[in-house]
């Protein structure tokens, strides 16, 4: 037994025909080849996979695929704008915020959406905000100082596939 | 601080261009945008996936086992079981024995395995495997497997495989043996002067017994591998791995096979920090495969991370040491007892020969026994072993500068071990960095505002550790190339787990005198890449960067010598600068090194160079921690507010890099020291096995951690690095224990530190939930 679906992805839309117990980290892995979303704990208790679902941070680990009808998704593969890395991504980059990289996209995602809720937030603020997402190699150190430098708009600018038509 | 700077100075003024510069991570933007492949992300058409049947016993004989009805199930392609593994293989070898034999040895060992079309299938079919036990006997803790009436749980004498141990150091390993009875798999000892006569000398001894827990390296990416034969017989694995060429041989080993048919594809990897030297699932894989005719892929879920993996050891560590009123300590005697599990890999050499590598003690005795228990067996955990024992170490010189009431960095610069003293095992120090983290430290504005205040009915506490790690060296070779587009590349076969790969583009840019633009670092798999060691022991940069270097060296001869020809010149009187070779003496004499490519194309060939390095002397790395801590006494909660870590990298290549190494390493000891435990109920049933009860430490627990990078050159490592990734976790749990020890006025013999160990030192009552 299958259930038919629609949603779009990274502004593409998806229909798709998927198992009722089929997750949305599952759906955009396996069916959308959107591997950028991560597991790493499947217990919505480490924020890898940590996706925007209508706007909103959602552990798509803890989210059927099917409870996802009809929204819009937003990836890490989709979180870039206008042929740049978005600002956090930009930061995390310029502030050597990615070690091994596996809790980056999560990461990525999360702190976007902190921002897009809260600004200007406090250190404070982005500490619980992203407690969320768990790092084993950074000590969040630089993670902090990347949203940091991300929030007061000081990103680089930097091109995302310079050599494409898009940019 | 004040040396180290003029140091750098000279460094960078020495003409330095690319190493020494914060340069961004080449893998930087693939990380933030998704598109770096980790083990779980490939796949293949026609894949099947697995699921594992793991023991619920801790020590039982395995009395029927029967796989029918799991075959007949639908979309199963293979089951697989011992029957299927090698009858020669190494009984004492976690990683050989992939499924369980006649006997299970601890609860989450792997049974058998299940390839099949989806994973619903497999699960399903894993179930219908019928199994029975006898159970037997199981000893859960290491101090009742070594009494005399313990029941042995050994059931095999075979030698003991230390390859992978040795990987991270393989100081100490001489003088380690092996026993062959009872649950004490191995010890050693190490003793010089006269011990007795050096307690006698002492004014003042303090002594305990101090206990570390399990804990898991917690790598946020789950093992993960995708294996595939070809109708030749030929076997591809695709695997998140520390080491491409190592798991490559232990694959071929278990396949059967010579490792030339294997080829390991080393994929981004999730971290790994000792936890993915061995194959948890790489070998699976690859049998299954093999048994389906099919592609598999194998991949793990944190339960079964935590629930079944190699964890890092838990320990009781003795220590005693003995001092004079000034501080001046004149005896140390101590007693590593070392929990490997179910399978001798425990670093207990090392952990035991640490006690002795920090102070320059005269008269020491020093006893390490690695203990069989009926738990998940252990492997390394960045710097290995070392965190126990320093803990141990630490707290007990901790509580000997409360008594003598000597400044704890003081005390410790009296007794330093220097350039020249010897580690236990006879080993002479070259040059160290000690003495220069514990003044970096002193003087750091951080340590400077510490404060024992009181805060809103919290107790607080200040304290220090110092630690050190010799580290790897092991032989590894580097392929350079001049494009024709005058860009260099380089083809390494070591993982790029920690920023070496950017590490090596510096390293290349500065010996070919190009931006780091044109610089293209290629991480080729086994049938490629020349050998390179694995991502262990913090040896990448060290001894890969070593090997790049040298091949720098001669590509740039080469360029040199075809530009010359050109120019007409001698070799000698070209400078090369940002890719352009210019004579001295002629200014007007310039060529681009996409001319000389075109140059050596038409003449002698294309101009290519190989870096190659042997195994090198270790490059010990010693680091020294502070930390500040407020403590609720109703609560017992602990609240780290300072972190501090100055630690000695011989020369940082990228300082940026350097410093999330620092950092990312002393948050892990935060982990030790207050956060971390994976507990195990008395049949040895590891019980915490999700993060929600595992707690590592997050954002909002962390404080900020100030890093400072101390660089005492090291003669052999490439401009003078030494080693880089595990010093770090060493000195930071064993400061903030101390800093709780100090905030609540009592000592401190447990890490973790959790509130109920908190209120239990402070003799409150603890609640139900203990």
């Known amino acids: 037994m299958s259930v038919s679906i629609s949603m779009t992805v990274n502004g593409w839309l998806h229909e798709a025909a998927v198992e009722p117990r089929a997750r949305l980290l599952d759906f955009l892995r396996e069916d959308l080849g959107l591997t950028g979303t991560k597991e790493g704990c499947g217990t919505g208790d480490c924020g890898s996979c940590t996706v925007l679902l209508d706007g909103k941070p959602v552990n798509s680990c803890l989210t059927l695929a099917a409870e996802a009808d009809g929204a819009s998704v937003t990836t890490v593969e989709g979180i870039a704008a206008d042929g740049y890395l978005n600002p956090v991504q930009a930061a995390f980059v310029d ?15 999360m702190a ?52 494409s038509d898009a940019s | ?94 990683m050989q024995n992939v499924f369980a034999g006649e006997f299970v040895l601890f609860v989450g060992q ?74 004490v798999s191995s010890e050693v000892h190490f003793a010089r002067g006269d011990l007795e006569a050096g307690f006698a000398e002492a004014d003042v001894i303090v002594e305990g017994r101090y206990r570390s827990a ?58 790994g920090f000792g936890g993915k030297l061995g194959g ?21 879920r944190r339960s079964e991370e935590l629930g079944g993996g190699t964890p890092a050891p838990a320990s009781v560590i003795d220590v005693k040491i003995g001092a004079k009123h000034d501080g001046v300590m004149t005896a140390l005697e101590g007693r590593v007892v070392m929990d490997t599990g179910a399978f001798p890999e425990a670093p207990m050499s090392i952990a035991t020969l640490l006690l002795g590598a920090i102070y320059d003690i005269p008269n020491f005795k020093l006893d390490g026994y690695e203990v069989l228990t009926n738990k998940l067996s252990v492997t390394a955990y960045r710097a290995p072993g070392a965190p126990n024992s320093i803990f141990a170490l630490e707290a007990a010189v901790g509580e000997l500068a409360r008594r003598l009431e000597l400044d704890p960095i003081g005390l410790r610069l009296k007794n330093e071990i220097k350039e020249g003293d010897k580690w236990p095992d006879g080993e002479p120090l070259g040059p160290i960095g000690l003495r220069q983290c514990l003044e970096a430290v002193r003087d750091h504005p951080t340590y400077q505002s510490r404060s024992s205040e009181p805060e809103n009915g919290k107790l607080r506490g200040w304290s220090v550790a110092a630690g050190g790690w010799p580290g790897g060296s ?46 293209q670092v290629i991480l080729g798999d086994t049938d490629e890449a020349p050998p390179a060691p694995v991502s262990g022991g913090s040896q990448i940069t060290y001894a890969v960067g070593t090997a790049v270097k040298r091949g720098g060296e001669e590509l740039m001869r080469l360029i040199k010598n075809v530009a010359a020809e050109r120019l007409k010149v001698e070799p000698e009187d070209l400078e090369a600068i940002d890719g352009v070779l210019q004579s001295k003496s002629d200014g007007e004499k310039k060529i681009d090194y996409a001319l000389v490519a075109g140059a050596a194309i038409a003449a002698g060939g294309p101009l290519a160079a190989t870096g190659s390095k042997p195994r090198l002397p270790t490059a010990p790395g ?48 935060f982990g030790y020291a207050v956060t971390e435990e994976l507990l195990f109920d008395e049949e040895g049933r590891p019980i915490n096995t999700a993060f929600l009860d595992y707690r590592l430490p997050t954002s909002y627990d962390t404080p900020d951690v100030d890093a400072v990078i101390v660089e005492v050159p090291n003669k052999h490592g490439p401009y003078g690095a030494r080693i880089v990734g595990e010093p770090s976790i060493i000195p930071p749990g064993a400061a903030i224990t101390n800093a709780i020890a100090a905030a609540i006025g009592k000592s401190v013999y447990d890490q973790p530190m959790t509130p109920e160990r908190v209120l239990q030192a402070l003799g409150r009552p603890v609640g139900d939930a203990s």
Request: glycine residues 8%; aromatic residues 4%; contains cysteine.
């Open chain 1, 95 to 109: 502030a050597g915020a990615t070690q091994c990289g596996f809790c980056t996209p999560g990461f990525i995602v």
């Open chain 2, 474 to 519: 092991g032989p590894a070779a580097a392929a350079l190339h001049l494009n024709e587009d005058g860009s260099i590349r380089v083809l390494v076969g070591a993982i790029n787990l920690t920023g070496t790969s950017t590490g090596f583009a510096q390293i290349a840019a500065e010996e070919l005198r190009v931006p780091i633009e044109r610089v």
């Open chain 2, 1 to 94: 601080m004040v040396d180290t700077a003029v140091a750098r100075d000279a460094k960078i003024a020495g003409g330095h261009r690319s190493v020494g510069s914060p340069a961004a991570r080449i893998d930087g933007i693939p990380n933030v945008t998704g598109a770096s492949l980790f083990g779980a992300d490939y796949s293949l058409p026609g894949m099947l996936w697995t699921k594992i049947l793991r023991s619920s016993h801790a020590h039982a004989r395995i009395t029927r086992i029967d796989i029918s009805k799991a075959r007949a199930h639908r979309g199963v392609r293979a089951v697989a079981t011992a029957e299927d593994l090698p009858q020669d293989r190494d009984a004492a070898s976690r």
């Open chain 2, 214 to 271: 399990v804990l898991h390296q917690s790598y946020l990416e789950p093992h993960a591998a995708l294996a595939a034969w070809d109708a030749a017989g030929n076997l591809t694995v695709w695997c998140s791995t520390q080491g491409q060429f190592h798991i490559r041989d232990e694959i071929a080993k278990i396949v059967d096979v010579p490792a030339t048919q294997v080829k390991v594809i080393g994929t981004s990897i999730g971290g």
């Open chain 1, 112 to 163: 976007t959406a902190l921002l897009d809720d809260i600004p200007n937030p406090t250190e404070e603020e982005i500490r619980y905000g992203l407690a969320g997402n768990l790092c084993r190699c950074t000590g969040y150190d630089k993670i902090i100082r990347a949203v940091q430098t991300a929030a007061a708009g000081d990103s680089p600018r930097i091109p995302l596939r310079p050599n």
């Open chain 2, 110 to 183: 792997p049974v058998a395995a299940v390839a099949a079309v989806t994973e619903a299938d497999a699960e399903e079919a894993v179930d219908l495997i019928e199994l029975d036990y006898e159970p037997l006997p199981a000893v859960i803790d290491p101090l009742e497997a070594m009494e005399p009436d313990a029941p042995v749980i050994r059931h095999s004498a075979d030698p003991i495989d230390r390859s992978e141990q040795r990987i991270h150091t393989d100081v100490g390993s001489e003088s380690e043996e092996e026993t062959e009875d009872g649950n």
């Open chain 2, 622 to 669: 010693y680091a020294v921690a502070f930390a500040e801590v407020l403590v609720d006494p109703e609560t017992g909660q602990v609240d780290l507010v300072k972190l501090l870590e100055a630690q000695d990298v011989g020369f940082a290549i990228n300082p940026k890099s350097v410093e999330g190494q620092i950092q990312g390493g002393a948050v892990q000891g």
């Open chain 2, 280 to 300: 948890l699932v790489t070998h699976m894989a690859a049998i299954l495969a093999r048994k389906a005719g099919a592609p598999v892929k194998t991949v793990i």
